[in-house]
């Protein structure tokens, strides 16, 4: 611990041009944003595997509904933090978004094309680069834990061991979290298995008649994960605009920090077009 704490004193006693509560902020909206990016990579990665190990070239097209959204805060991370990153941390967020950059774009290359039987060849290509991506999460994972050690004020929304545990099977050829068995998910995977989609958008909210800008993380049926809304307490009525200008009304239903849960007022359609993964 006291290591750790020595490492975050040396990253926000030189922070630059952003305030030191400012970059703190930032780095836990980071590390959140980057373990919530994890639970879905794990999931595409081990369907990937799931098919690979079973001789399967067929793609299913279900599975563009559980790639994962670009993680906006991590591409953009060096810069909002003004070269206060160690040369550690930067070099990792650096090969991370690349590998993202380099699955993602394989993945949707075959579904948009249509391409429904693969050869085993590009099956390989695709396990291989989800894989990469599993790999650097748990890297960009560990480089936050030691800048930002957990304290009891936090408020996990996930599992950590059981994520990483997950991470690791996916990295290594594992299938414990593919879509094509009919298994009983954990119930921390099994909340952004259904519907739930990963936004990453700049926003803004009006909490308590006061407005700011928030990182909007993910959407369900039920409501919005939000960043940056330190302050926000228990059952406060607030309303959030995305970048689109689509407004959304509710109340908070839990606060953890700077990150706090949106409760609709009515639920959305599963239909809705905030859950329609053609724009991601």
């Not at 590009?122 to 304290?151: K, N, Y």
């Not at 004020?153 to 545990?165: F, G, N, S, V, Y």
């Not at 909340?191 to 993380?217: C, E, F, M, P, Y």
């Not at 059952?235 to 990150?259: C, E, K, N, P």
């Amino acid at each position: 611990m006291a290591t750790n704490l020595l490492g975050m004193k040396a990253i926000f006693s030189s922070t630059g041009n952003v305030p030191r509560e400012r970059l703190q902020e930032l780095y836990r909206a980071a590390k959140s944003e980057n373990e919530n990016f994890g639970v879905l990579a794990a999931v595409v990665s081990c369907t990937l595997n799931d098919l690979r190990n079973e001789g399967a070239c067929a793609l299913p097209r279900s599975m563009l509904g559980f790639m994962p959204g670009d993680p906006v805060l991590l591409q953009n991370f060096r810069a909002l933090a003004s070269g206060s990153l160690t040369a550690g941390l930067e070099m990792h967020l650096i090969y991370l978004t690349a590998q993202i950059d380099v699955a993602k774009r394989l993945l949707r290359e075959y579904l948009d094309d249509h391409r429904y039987f693969l050869t085993h060849h590009e099956i390989d290509q695709l396990c291989h680069a989800w894989r990469g991506v599993c790999d650097h999460v748990l890297i960009v994972m560990a480089d936050f834990d030691s800048l930002l050690p957990e304290t009891e004020t936090d408020a996990p929304q996930i599992d950590r061991i059981r994520l990483e545990q997950s991470l690791v099977d996916a990295r290594e050829g594992g299938a414990e979290l593919s879509l094509n068995r009919n298994c009983s998910f954990p119930k921390w995977a099994q909340k952004r298995r259904h519907r739930r989609v990963l936004l990453n958008d700049i926003g803004k909210a009006k909490i308590d008649g006061q407005v700011r800008s928030v990182l909007i993380t993910d959407a369900s049926a039920g409501g919005l994960g939000l960043d940056f809304t330190e302050g926000a307490r228990k059952g406060d009525r607030i309303a959030v605009m995305l970048s689109t200008g689509r407004t959304f009304h509710g109340q908070i239903a839990w606060s953890a920090g700077t990150r706090s849960g949106l409760q609709f007022d009515e639920e959305l359609s599963h239909n809705d077009i905030l859950f329609s993964w053609e724009s991601v």
